[in-house]
T-cell receptor, first 116, second 114 residues
Framework: GAVVSQHPSRVICKSGTSVKIECRSL??????MFWYRQFPKQSLMLMAT?????????EQGVEKDKFLINHASLTLSTLTVTSAHPEDSSFYIC????????????FGQGTRLTVV | AQSVTQPDIHITVSEGASLELRCNYS??????LFWYVQSPGQGLQLLLK??????LVQGIKGFEAEFKRSQSSFNLRKPSVHWSDAAEYFC????????????FGAGTRLFVKA
C-alpha cells in the first residue's frame, strides 16, 4: 500500500505554546487528508477532513481555531495545535486518500502529543 | 451517516484457540469495510478490507473476515491465535460521501493467555 509519514512521532510542549504536526504522502498524491485524535484506550475520532487547496471541514465539536489544518500541497497536510493545554494531550493520526476512484485512505504512524 | 459497533470491549482467548471479533455497521449504501490492528503506542496496520465481490476476505497474519449484508456484519476471524496477536482491533467503514471518511468502531482489546 501507499505510505503516509507523520512527523514528529512524539512531541512534548509547554502549556500555552503551539505545536505543528506534519503528514506527508510519500508515493501518491493525497487530494484528501483526514486528521484523527485518539485518547488512551479509546477509538479514533475524526477531527477534520481537508482537501488540497481548500479549507478543512471540521467535525462537530472540534474547534477550528484551536486545531489549524493546512493542506497546501498534494503531499503535505499540517495540523497545528494552538495554545496547547494538557487536555490536548493525545495521539494524533492522519490519513491520506488519492483522487479519483480511490477507496482506501492510508494512515500515518501517529504523533503522541504531551502538553506539560 | 455511517457508524460502526464493536460490541466486545475486550476478549481473552487462549493461545492456539480460534478467535472471532464482532463488527456491525450502519450505512445506507454499499459499505467499504476494514479491519485494523493497533499495538500499544503504535499506528494502525490494515489487516484486510472488503469492497465488493467474494464476501469472505483473506487478510494478513492469517486473519479473514466475512461480509454479511443481511446482518450488517463484518466479523473478523482467525483459526489459531498467537500470543503476538494481542492488540487492539478496530473495525471501520468508509463512505464515498464526504471525501471518503473512515469511521472507526470503539475497538476490541484482545488478550491472549498462555
Amino acid at each position: 500500500g501507499a505510505v503516509v509519514s507523520q512527523h514528529p512521532s512524539r512531541v512534548i510542549c509547554k502549556s500555552g505554546t503551539s505545536v505543528k504536526i506534519e503528514c506527508r504522502s510519500l508515493d501518491f498524491q493525497a487530494t484528501t487528508m483526514f486528521w484523527y485524535r485518539q485518547f488512551p484506550k479509546q477509538s479514533l475520532m475524526l477531527m477534520a477532513t481537508s482537501n488540497e487547496g481548500s479549507k478543512a471541514t471540521y467535525e462537530q465539536g472540534v474547534e477550528k481555531d484551536k486545531f489549524l489544518i493546512n493542506h497546501a500541497s498534494l503531499t503535505l497536510s499540517t495540523l497545528t495545535v494552538t495554545s496547547a493545554h494538557p487536555e490536548d494531550s493525545s495521539f494524533y493520526i492522519c490519513s491520506g486518500k488519492a483522487s479519483g476512484g480511490a477507496t482506501e485512505a492510508f494512515f500515518g504512524q501517529g504523533t503522541r502529543l504531551t502538553v506539560v | 451517516a455511517q457508524s460502526v459497533t464493536q460490541p466486545d470491549i475486550h476478549i481473552t482467548v487462549s493461545e492456539g484457540a480460534s478467535l472471532e471479533l464482532r463488527c456491525n455497521y450502519s450505512y445506507g449504501a454499499t459499505p467499504y469495510l476494514f479491519w485494523y490492528v493497533q499495538s500499544p503506542g503504535q499506528g494502525l496496520q490494515l489487516l484486510l478490507k472488503y469492497f465488493s465481490g467474494d464476501t469472505l476476505v483473506q487478510g494478513i497474519k492469517g486473519f479473514e473476515a466475512e461480509f454479511k449484508r443481511s446482518q450488517s456484519s463484518f466479523n473478523l476471524r482467525k483459526p489459531s491465535v498467537h500470543w503476538s496477536d494481542a492488540a487492539e482491533y478496530f473495525c471501520a467503514v468508509g463512505a464515498l460521501t464526504g471525501g471518503f471518511k473512515t469511521i472507526f468502531g470503539a475497538g476490541t482489546r484482545l488478550f491472549v493467555k498462555a
